[in-house]
Nanobody, 115 residues
Framework: VQLVESGGGVVQAGGSLRLSCAAP????????MAWYRQAPGKQRELVAL???????SYGDSVNGRFTISRDNAKSTVYLQMDNLNLDDTAAYFC??????????WGQGTQVTVFS
């Protein structure tokens, strides 16, 4: 399974970015999709998750600011990030999972927020 992330970049605090993760060549609608992030010196943490049914969940630090969505026709999951702050600076990773043995990661995309 290949996951191709895009949309990272450098943004001023309070700004917005939209990440995309394309998963060509798979039956996208049967995969739970998620975004994780990892800042230097910290553990990877869940940012947002969307199930095959479209249910969503968010990490406490991003709840109310970030929105995850999926377009099954385009085999793509999105992460809309609004009101970014310095603590959001991290490498963001796309994840596709069906079960413990079917769990795949993208290469990561960097998000840097400056004041």
């Amino acid at each position: 399974v290949q996951l191709v992330e895009s949309g990272g970049g450098v943004v001023q605090a309070g700004g917005s970015l939209r990440l995309s993760c394309a998963a060509p060549g798979i039956s996208f609608d049967i995969w739970t999709m998620a975004w994780y992030r990892q800042a230097p010196g910290k553990q990877r943490e869940l940012v947002a998750l969307i199930t095959t049914a479209g249910s969503t969940s968010y990490g406490d630090s991003v709840n109310g600011r970030f929105t995850i969505s999926r377009d099954n026709a385009k085999s793509t999951v999105y992460l809309q990030m609004d009101n970014l702050n310095l603590d959001d600076t991290a490498a963001y990773f796309c994840n596709a999972k069906r079960h413990a043995l079917a769990n795949f990661w993208g290469q990561g995309t960097q998000v840097t927020v400056f004041s």
